[in-house]
């Protein structure tokens, strides 16, 4: 530990240009000094964990590198955010699948909750001992410096001046691909590719607390965790010597003072001097591309902590002398841009466990999508055994020498769920990291690389070599995936209609409720841009009605009018393939209520026929 404190009073002081007298600090400081050039092999922008993957990646493949964060720490939303509970990427059979620097890293702060100041410092010292790497703290990104559609270096302001540094490659690690979108890569915004852009996940303001009584809420978490799984197999709840997870119901019960908050149930996490971090409060109407707006979130949020506070204490056990410490920085902002690579990631490609041939990381975490200020409760759309990622959604469009890593990589929004999570992110990162290095010893573009497959082994295999796990995957079918309406899932799947929690459940044998079936056939018009009076279902919803509102919506479209007659209508919509052969046993009997299962099917075909009809 005294080597790491040392290490990070050097780098201190040397990256923020200080200090004057010739003393032993100095030398190191003025040694060091010496590295620093106008042109490297690669540029990395962004201290973010995906970043520091990637700087130290390139420079233990030999590329002289450069990395700039604009803050005075390292470390980004797992320091500065004080996000210390790690989202971990564990297949099903318990295997890391984020093997590499990652581990390297969760190994050396002892596991997936841990103090955050030996996390600067674990990652200062991972850059500081690498002799290719030079690191730029308190360095703005400003422009991206091009050649046509070639990014060749980046200006940005330091010490009060702007200063150009040129690169052979660049690596965009900052969490909004700031310098993909400057640079005129394509991209979407949050849900913007299903029909949502006004849709934004809520940004959570961590918080530290002292004075809490951990045994107690070890205590207490472990025996509700006992008594869910014996008496009602629900588990989300638990605690271990550094970490906790639950209190779920005393955190919606919260009323908040400011109506654009929430506090959900706690993740909580233990710090070395005895304070826990609690990652629980939701803020809404952030914009979170706006420094301005992030730091009146941020203000927002601490004024509700004096509302929070004394709820707390009342109601959450071992909490009855918590005291606040503080918050974070830093806001933890889970979705921004989306860009547009030479591949997107799909909520098939992660909920189907599907391969690719150049994958460079794989995930598994779950597709999490938080609540938003017209929801009150996020949603969990799935949850995969293992997926790949692949080395074309690191390739942004448009913009050569650039790779893009991160959660604002080539992932559509819904797959985005499960991979911003960091420890993927820092796997991409080291992949980017040895694709640089190849990329200019070997004088080839990345785009070239896309469909190089001897190129992309070469990778792979440098990159087992260095740890990490790229093992073939081979997960057999699950059983949803077989089911006759399973065509019709993925539709609304995609729109984000439909989830299956963590246990992949569709309900499709269940009896089609009055709620469901109104917020999918609703939905369906919304995504697929149709402005329409909002469909109410009265009780629940028998086929004649199903088949009703669907056949009138459809004639509107159309510009005709139909008979209040369920044949007529069952024959409407068979004249625009939405009622098939498969679906109309199904519907046979008017008054009966359907199963889900053949609802999704019809409102599949549905979405499908606006589409191709009326786009």
């Given at each position: 530990m005294k080597k790491i404190v040392t290490l990070f009073l050097v780098a201190t002081v040397l990256l923020t240009g200080c200090g004057s007298n010739t003393t032993l600090v100095e030398e190191i400081i003025f040694e060091n000094a010496e590295k620093v050039s106008s042109?490297?092999?690669?540029?990395?922008?962004?201290?973010?964990?995906?970043?520091?993957?990637?700087?130290?990646?390139?420079?233990?493949?030999?590329?002289?590198?450069?990395l700039i964060e604009d803050d005075g720490a390292l470390g980004g939303l797992m320091t500065l955010g004080k996000l210390n509970f790690i989202d971990m990427c564990n297949g099903r059979?318990?295997?890391?699948?984020?093997?590499?620097?990652?581990?390297?890293?969760y190994n050396a702060v002892d596991g997936s909750a841990f103090d955050v100041t030996e996390a600067k410092n674990v990652f200062l010292q991972m850059v500081v001992n690498e002799p290719n790497l030079t690191l730029r703290l308190n360095c703005q990104f400003v422009a991206p410096v091009k050649d046509g559609d070639t990014i060749i270096g980046i200006t940005?302001?330091?010490?009060?001046?702007?200063?150009?540094?040129l690169g052979k490659r660049i690596i965009d690690a900052t969490v909004d691909a700031d310098v993909a979108?400057?640079?005129?890569?394509?991209?979407?915004?949050?849900?913007?590719d299903i029909g949502e852009k006004d849709r934004q996940m809520g940004v959570t303001l961590v918080f530290e607390l002292s004075g809490v009584n951990w045994n107690k809420i070890f205590l207490t978490l472990n025996w509700q965790r006992f008594k869910a799984n014996t008496f009602s197999g629900s588990a989300d709840m638990g605690?271990?010597?550094?970490?906790?997870?639950?209190?779920?119901?005393?955190?919606?019960?919260?009323?908040?003072?400011?109506?654009?908050?929430?506090?959900?149930?706690?993740?909580?996490?233990?710090?070395?001097?005895?304070?826990?971090?609690?990652?629980?409060?939701i803020i809404f109407g952030v914009d979170v591309l706006d420094e301005e707006s992030k730091a009146e979130g941020i203000a927002r949020g601490k004024k509700e902590l004096t509302y929070i506070l004394p709820y707390i204490r009342e109601n959450f056990a071992g909490f009855e002398k918590a005291e606040l410490v503080g918050t974070a920085e830093q806001l933890y902002v889970r979705e921004s841009?989306?860009?547009?690579?030479?591949?997107?990631?799909?909520?098939?490609?992660?909920?189907?466990?599907?391969d690719q041939w150049d994958k460079i990381a794989i995930g598994s975490y779950p597709v999490d999508v938080q609540p938003t200020a017209t929801?009150?409760?996020?949603?969990?759309?799935?949850?995969?055994?293992?997926?790949?990622?692949?080395?074309r959604s690191l390739v942004p469009l448009k913009v050569e020498n650039l790779l893009v890593v991160g959660r604002s990589a080539s992932y559509q929004s819904l797959a985005a769920g499960s991979a911003r999570v960091i420890p993927l992110g820092m796997a991409e990162g080291e992949a980017a990291g040895v694709a640089g290095a190849y990329s200019v010893k070997q004088q080839v573009s990345f785009r070239e690389m896309t469909t190089d497959k001897e190129a992309i082994a070469v990778i792979q295999q440098t990159l087992k070599e260095q740890g990490a796990y790229l093992e073939d995957i081979q997960v057999e079918p699950e059983p949803f995936m077989t089911h006759w309406a399973y065509s019709g899932v993925k539709v609304l799947r995609s729109l984000g209609l439909l989830d299956g929690g963590y246990s992949n459940d569709y309900h499709l044998e269940d009896q089609l409720s009055r709620w469901r079936y109104q917020n999918m056939i609703n939905g369906v018009l919304k995504k697929a841009g149709i402005v329409t009076d909002y469909i109410e279902v009265n009780d629940q919803p028998p086929n004649r009605q199903i088949i009703g509102t669907m056949a009138r919506e459809a004639a509107k479209l159309d510009g005709v009018k139909y008979e209040n007659v369920y044949d007529i209508y069952k024959d409407a919509l068979y004249e625009r393939g939405i009622m098939t052969e498969e679906l109309a046993p199904y519907f046979a009997d008017g008054e009966k209520n359907p199963q889900a299962a053949e609802v999704i099917m019809l409102c599949a075909n549905f979405?499908?026929?606006i589409i191709a009809n009326h786009q």
């Open positions: 042109d490297y092999d690669i540029i990395v922008v962004g201290g973010e964990p995906e970043g520091i993957a990637a700087a130290v990646s390139a420079a233990r493949n030999g590329m002289r590198t450069l059979d318990g295997t890391l699948l984020t093997q590499g620097i990652f581990e390297e890293f940005a302001r330091e010490n009060g001046s702007t200063v150009t540094y979108a400057a640079s005129g890569v394509p991209y979407t915004f949050a849900g913007e605690a271990t010597k550094k970490m906790a997870w639950g209190f779920t119901e005393e955190g919606y019960g919260y009323e908040p003072q400011d109506d654009m908050m929430r506090l959900r149930g706690f993740n909580i996490a233990r710090q070395d001097n005895g304070n826990v971090l609690i990652n629980a409060l841009r989306h860009i547009i690579g030479e591949y997107q990631l799909t909520i098939d490609d992660v909920l189907e466990n599907r929801q009150r409760y996020g949603t969990v759309i799935g949850a995969p055994d293992r997926y790949a990622v692949p080395f979405y499908n026929w």
